[in-house]
């Protein structure tokens, strides 16, 4: 694949949605922590990075889609210092 991250990350949280076959990437971390999403399109191999973002920056997330609704629920993680205990509704 040609496609790159805007940057360097580790320790993203990411799920398919299935109606698009788009990719969603939580957070992540390199020398600072993420708060972005990121949309992947594997057919067009193009990374873009979505204008909603995380309520704060966060990695280790486990991301999984409702086949039903199509949207991506995003559980825990970590924040610096800090486990998360959140679940987050993101919807594509």
Known sequence: RNAALPSARMSMGCSENRATHKIYCFGGATSGIFDEILEYIPASDIV????????SARTNLACAENSLTHKIYCFGGYFPNSPVNQILEYIP
């Not at 873009?48 to 309520?55: G, I, K, Q, Y």
């Open 48 to 55: 873009t990075a979505r204008n909603a973002r995380l309520p």
